[in-house]
Structure formats: structure tokens, C-alpha cells
């Protein structure tokens, strides 16, 4: 049997940037083929000339044998490709079942479109996945996870024979994880190919069968999953090993800067307490819906407590709006960094002094040359890699956005990070480089509230860990007693 796609030799050139350089790639029916790398590597290329977004310059592309001039999108999907990418691109506004018939919707006898065919067809598609999904719910309402189980389904109920999946478990739950990983086994036993993308190397092992490594818009290596482990993948990506990756220097904290005391804001979370130290890192773990991100929110006067109090260095502090936060040097890192942290359509020096405008401009003068010395201040102590402060920022990778984000907090002398998923959307070497930056910074006294929903990347970095469930705090593990199972039981709400 043919393969699904045998690429070879592709190339592809922006201004400037050789985004591919003579790649090969092939998918086999009933194969998962997990394709990884930094973020710049070359991996959306590829992609995107697969799935008829991007023209190749040069190179061929075989699709069952057969061989394929030129592809558009229209073409791809013809031919049974098929994409589920991280930011959801189906259509919000409109319910699950117009989301499954855009533009084919069933039509009753009468002529006029049968509402009752559209929602028992992918009712019946959902309940065979296993979702618990009403296909008459508006998208824009359903939790983003479940929109992204959605774009799953739509893509087995076109029958799809490539499918892609793009970072697909960045925002599951480790259930929802599971159950992904179920669909997949089922489209892979039903002979379909997938091209799987993502950041997480231990899920290569779990569900992958074959890997190919891109760095720098060339192919390094494909290998057979069973012929490689996680440390000789990050070898190969970005030349050093997972041990390396989560060690960072610690030093003792300081004396407590931030204590929180019966916070309560119902129903996300109740009775929660803790104190920070300077230049600690203090996690808050738990599953989607136990409150963490809710707590940061109220900490920095987004949203407003019920009951309880928050004292910043001894004093109480009552925030009515973010910037009360700001004034009292709190920054924030919010989980959704595209619709809540950046300007996606702004430069790279607006997005640095976003939170700086105040103190830089003068009955409504802004000091320009304050506004160029406070980005490359941030470009330079961050090592953003943008050609200049001028870039549009939706032009950058996940981790320099991030980064970006990171140093306009700095610019405006925050003492105290509340980070929510820092690491969402980066891929391995920038996480590596986030994770050094926050080294330095607590090494400086600067305190990091930290929420992640990756074991690892909680237990490499935080010094104490606050479990919730429900919204209801478990308790506070301290690093000797880290324990991937015991954090586990205890956000499942099971009392160590």
C-alpha cells in the first residue's frame, strides 16, 4: 500500500528566512507520525503547504502514490485533509451542528433546512466519540477544551484520511487527554494518517509511532518512536538533555510579600490562604475548574472577593481594577497571552510599554525615546529574537510573545509575577529559556505565583505547591515531598 503523502525535497522561502530547506516527509495509512521541533523550525510550513495554505518553491508532493502540482485548501480538503489546530478555527458564534454542516446544512422535504437531521447527525457522531457535547449549544459558550473536541469530531464526521493535530492537549485535562488519545487509536486501527504536533515529548511515546525532527527549516532526523526516548529528541532539537531543562538555581526565600487570607469567591474557590516569600516560586495545581486562575484574577483586581483579604509586603490592599495592581508593582501573566496579554495587530515596542504609558508620557506627550529605550531594554535583558522593535507582534513565535509580555511586567518594576500557564503555545527550547529567566529574576527577589497544569514543569520549578479541588484547598506540599501521584490525588480531591 502507497503511502497517504510522500514529500520530498520541499522548500520554502519568505523574505529574509528559508522556512524550509529540501524536507522530506512521508505519512503511512494507520500511522501516527508526530513531527516536533522549536518553535521557527519549520513545522507550520510544512503544514501549511500540506494543507494548501502556503505554495511550495520548490520540491514534490505525492499524495497516494499520485503526484500533486499545486494544492489550495480547497484541494487538501477534497482530497480528505483535515486540520484540528490549537486556536480553535470554527465558527463560534453558530451551534455545534451548524458548525459540522457550514455550508451543506440537511434540507427537510419542505425545502427549508431540517434543524432536527443536523443535530441527531452529529449527536450521533459526538456520542460515538464518547463526548458529552449538545450539539445545539453555541460554540462561543462551551469551554475552550470541549471546542477543541468539537473540531475533533467534525473532522472524523467529514471522514477525513489526514488529520493534524496542532499542540491538540495544551488546554485538556489529563482525562481529556486520555480520551483524545482513545480517538486517535480508533482513527489509526480505521487506517487514517495523522500528523500529530506537539511540545509535549512524552505524548510521542505515548501515541506516536513514527517522529521527524526539524531544526531550522531542515529535516534532522525521522526515527521509529521506539528507537529514541525524550532526553535523545531534546538532543536533537535543541542539544541538551530534560534533566537540563528543569534545573534552576534556588535560593532560600525572603520574608513573606504577598499573603492571601480566606480568600473566597464563590462558587470558583473558597477559604483559600497562603503566604509567598520574596523570590519564591509558589504554585497553585489543580484540574480545569478547581479556581487557580480564578485566585489570580482576584488577586490583581480583576475580579472582586466575596470574603478574605490580600496584604502585599504586611499591608492590605483592596484592587478595584488591574492597574490599582500595577501602581503596587504586581504584573500578570494571563493563560490566554493572544486574547488577554498582547495586541496581536501592534508592534513589539507598543506591546513592551502597554503598562508604561502612564509613567512615560506627560499631559498626553509621550516621551518617545523613553518608549524606544523601555523595549530595547526588554528586546536586550530578554533576548527576544524580533528584527526590530517595529515588528508586529503576531509575527513572532509563542515564546518571544511571551517574552515580550514578561518584560513589559519588568518595565513596569513588578515584584510580584502572578503567572498563568506561561509555558501555553512554546515549544521546548523557549520553555527552557522562560525557565532560566525566572531563575534570574527570583534570584533578584522577585516573586512568582505560578499556575501550570504540567506536572514537570510544576514540580521543576515551584518551591511549595497549594493543591486545589473543587475550589477547595487540599494543602500545601513543600518540594521534598513532591510527588507526581501524591499531587495527583490530592487535585482529584483525595486527602493525602
Known sequence: MSDLITARGLTKTFPGVRALDQVDFSLRPGEVHALVGENGSGKSTLIKILMGVYRRDGGSIEIRGQPVQELTPQHARALGFAAVYQDV???????????????????????GISWEEASRRSGAVLHDLGLDIDPRSRLLDLPVAKQEMVAIAKAVFENSEVIVFDEPTALLTDDET??????????????KGIIYITHRLEEVFSICDRVTVLKDGTRVRTLDSTETDQDGLMRLMVGRSMADMYTIQRLPPGEPVLEVEGLTREPRFRRVSFAVGKGEIFGLFGLVGSGRTEILRVIYGADRPDAGRVMVNGTPVAFFHPRDAIKTRIGFLAEDRKMQSIALPLTVRVNANLTS???????GVLDVAAERANAASCIERLRVK????????????????QKIVLGRNLISKAQILLCDEPTIGVDVGAKSEIYKIFERLTAEGITILLVSSYLPEMMGLADRVLVLYEGNPMGIVVRRDFNEEKLVRLASGIAA
Open 89 to 111: 478555527t470554527l465558527a463560534r458564534q453558530l451551534s455545534v451542528a451548524e458548525n459540522f454542516f457550514l455550508g451543506a446544512m440537511p434540507h427537510a422535504s419542505w425545502g
Open 386 to 401: 524580533t528584527p526590530s522593535d517595529q515588528q508586529i507582534i503576531r509575527n513572532l513565535s509563542g515564546g518571544n510573545q
Open 178 to 191: 486520555q480520551l483524545l488519545f482513545t480517538i486517535i487509536r480508533r482513527l489509526r486501527a480505521a487506517g
Open 357 to 363: 504609558y502612564p509613567a512615560i508620557s506627560r499631559f
